[in-house]
C-alpha cells in the first residue's frame, strides 16, 4: 500500500479549513449548552416547551445552522428554551444514542407531557432558519390560558376561588406565545384566562371597568373585588414582577434542594417572594447560561424572526494536524485480500479516478479525517481504502457494479454479497454531497445495518469452494448481525434505546 503525496495534499487542504473541535457555542451564547446529566433538569423536568439540537463540532451543517439557531434563542427568550448538546462529547454519546440521534444537527422540540419529567419529543424537520424555528417552538408552547367570556367569567372566578388570578383583555384573538408564558411561570399558582374584546363580551369588560386594551388585571386573593391594574409595558419580565405580589414564579430549573415556597396570598410574603425571584433569575441566568429577564413581547418576535443571513465561512485559522490520508489499494491481489474475498468483511472503497478533480480529493479528505477520527478514539471501524484507477481491480468494479466515471465510494461485503454506494457521488445531476458530515452519516448507517443494500453480481467474489452458498433469504437478515460482531462497542445504555436496535452497533453517531 502506498500514499501518494497529491493525495495528502488535497487531503490537508481541505482539513485546513476544517475549525478545532471545540462546542459550537460560546459561554455568552443564548443557547443553553446541555449535557447528558443537565438535561433532565434542565429540559425534561421544565414546564416550558424546548428546542435542542445535538450537534458535532465538526459538522458543517451544524455550523451553517449556528446564527440562526443564535438567533431563535434570542427570539424565543422567556417564552422556550433552546439547547444544544455536543454529541461528539465522549461523555454525552450514550445519551444521544437514546435519544435516537443518527445524524447532524438533529433537532427535537421537547414540550411537557402530562407526568412532570416524562416530556413528548418530536423531531424537528422544518427549515433550519430562525423564524422556522421560533414558529414551531412557539406553536407548541403548552398554552394554560383559559379563553374566557361571559358566559364563562363566573365558573372561572368560582372555581379555586382562593387561588390567585390574573386577566389579559385582549383585542386579538389569538393567546400569546408572551401570555402563554407567564401561565406556566405562574403554574400551580397564578391562574391565567384572557378575555376578548369583542361585543359579546360587554359584560366582563363592565364588571372590571376594562375600556383599554391591553389591559393585564390581578385578582391576587382570586376574587373579583380585588382586582389591580398593571399600567407597565407589555413585556414580560416586568408583568412578572407585577404578578409576583400575588405569587412568586416557578423557579425553573427547579432548586436542588426543596425550599419552602410562598403560597400566601398577603402581600408582605408577597414583596419578599419578589425579592427572592428576582435574586433567584440573577443567580439562575449565571449558573445555567440562561440570561433570565426576557422582554420579548408576541409582536416583536414576529417581526424579528427573519430569515437567518447566510453563515461566514469560518475565518479562524484552526491548529490541525492532517489526518493521514488512508490507505490505497495498490494491486489487484491487494484488493482481493482486503475487501474483495468471499471472507472479508465490510470495506468503504473510495474509487478514484487517474486525474482526480476537488469533489474527489474533498471525498477522500473527508474518509480520512472519519477514519482517523475513530482511530484516534481507539474505535473500530471498517477499513478505508482508496481505489486508484491504475489497479486492474477498479476497472472490474466500476464495471461489475455500472458506477460512474468520477469518484464513487462505496461499501462492500464480500463475505455477506452486498455493496451499497454514497449517494449522489456520481451523479453529475445532483450534487454530490462529499463532506465529511454526509460521509459520516452515511458510514454510521451502515454501521447501523440501516438502508437497503444491493446484492453483489456474480463472479465479482470469487467463490470458495467448501463453503456453502447462502441463499439470498438469509443472505440479506445476517447482514446485521454479523456485522454488529465485528465492529460492537455497544454500551449497555445503548442497547436499552430501542428493542429494534438491540443487536445494531451503536457506538458512535
Ligand atoms: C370558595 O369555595 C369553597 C368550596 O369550593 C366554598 O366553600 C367557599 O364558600 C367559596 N368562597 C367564596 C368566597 O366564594
Ligand atoms: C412546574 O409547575 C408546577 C406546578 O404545576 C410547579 O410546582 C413546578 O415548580 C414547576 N416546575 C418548574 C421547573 O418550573
Given amino acids: 500500500m502506498v500514499h501518494t503525496q497529491a493525495l495528502a495534499v488535497a487531503a490537508a487542504a481541505l482539513l485546513a479549513a476544517l475549525p478545532v473541535n471545540a ?43 449556528q446564527p440562526a439557531y443564535e438567533k431563535a434563542a434570542a427570539n424565543l427568550q422567556g417564552l422556550a428554551k433552546v439547547a444544544a448538546i455536543d454529541c461528539d462529547e465522549e461523555s454525552n454519546k ?32 422544518g427549515p433550519r432558519t430562525a423564524k422556522g424555528i421560533v414558529d414551531a417552538v412557539i406553536d407548541k408552547i403548552p398554552n394554560l390560558v383559559k379563553r374566557v367570556d361571559d358566559k364563562t367569567l363566573e365558573a372561572w372566578l368560582a372555581e379555586s376561588n382562593e387561588t390567585a388570578k390574573a386577566i389579559l383583555f385582549s383585542d386579538k384573538g389569538k393567546t400569546s406565545a408572551l401570555l402563554k408564558a407567564i401561565a406556566i411561570d405562574f403554574k400551580g399558582s397564578i391562574n391565567v384566562a384572557q378575555i376578548r374584546n369583542t361585543d359579546k363580551e360587554k359584560a366582563s369588560l363592565e364588571l372590571f371597568g376594562i375600556s383599554k386594551f391591553p389591559t393585564l388585571l390581578l385578582l391576587p386573593g382570586g376574587k373579583e373585588a380585588e382586582g389591580i391594574v398593571y399600567d407597565g409595558e407589555m413585556k414580560k419580565e416586568p408583568m412578572v414582577k407585577f404578578l409576583t405580589q400575588a405569587a412568586e414564579p416557578n423557579q425553573d430549573p427547579a432548586p436542588a434542594k426543596v425550599k419552602v415556597k410562598s403560597k400566601s396570598k398577603d402581600s408582605k410574603k408577597a414583596s419578599k417572594a419578589k425579592a427572592e425571584f428576582e435574586a433567584s433569575s440573577k443567580s439562575q441566568a449565571s449558573k445555567e447560561g440562561e440570561t433570565g429577564g426576557p422582554a ?36 489487484e491481489a491487494e484488493l482481493e485480500t482486503e475487501c474483495l474475498g468471499p471472507r472479508t468483511g465490510t470495506c468503504i472503497l473510495a474509487l478514484l479516478p487517474s486525474s482526480p478533480d476537488e469533489v474527489a480529493a474533498a471525498a ?146
Fill in 296 to 331: 420579548a413581547t408576541d409582536e416583536t418576535i414576529v417581526e424579528e424572526a427573519t430569515e437567518s443571513p447566510q453563515p461566514e465561512v469560518e475565518a479562524e485559522k484552526p491548529v490541525v494536524l492532517p489526518a493521514p490520508p488512508i490507505p490505497i489499494l495498490a494491486t
Fill in 23 to 65: 462546542g459550537l457555542y460560546p459561554k455568552s451564547s443564548k443557547v443553553i449548552q446541555l449535557d447528558s446529566k443537565n438535561y433532565d433538569r434542565l429540559i425534561a423536568q421544565s414546564n416550558y416547551t424546548s428546542i435542542v439540537e445535538f450537534y458535532a463540532p465538526w459538522c458543517g451543517h451544524c455550523k451553517n445552522l
Fill in 364 to 509: 477522500v479528505g473527508a474518509l480520512s479525517e472519519i477514519a482517523h477520527k475513530h482511530k484516534q478514539h481507539a474505535r473500530k471501524l471498517f477499513p478505508f481504502y482508496v481505489l486508484a484507477e491504475a489497479n486492474a481491480g477498479y476497472g472490474k468494479i466500476k464495471n461489475a457494479l455500472s458506477l460512474g466515471s468520477s469518484i464513487e465510494v462505496i461499501a462492500i461485503n464480500g463475505r455477506r454479497g452486498w455493496w451499497k454506494k454514497l449517494p449522489g457521488a456520481a451523479d453529475k445531476v445532483v450534487e454530490a454531497d462529499v463532506s465529511e458530515e454526509a460521509i459520516e452519516n452515511w458510514v454510521d448507517a451502515i454501521r447501523l445495518g440501516e438502508g437497503a443494500k444491493k446484492k453483489l453480481p456474480e463472479g465479482l467474489i470469487p467463490e470458495e469452494p467448501e463453503e456453502p452458498v447462502v441463499g439470498e433469504e438469509q443472505a440479506q437478515e445476517p447482514i446485521v448481525a454479523e456485522d454488529a460482531k465485528e465492529t460492537e462497542t455497544v454500551t449497555v445504555e445503548e442497547v436499552k434505546v430501542e428493542e429494534t436496535k438491540v443487536a445494531e452497533p451503536h457506538d458512535e453517531l
Fill in 94 to 125: 450514550p445519551f444521544c444514542g437514546q435519544m435516537g440521534v443518527q445524524g447532524f444537527p438533529t433537532l427535537k422540540i421537547v414540550k411537557p407531557g402530562k407526568t412532570p419529567g416524562r416530556p413528548i419529543v418530536e423531531p424537528y424537520e
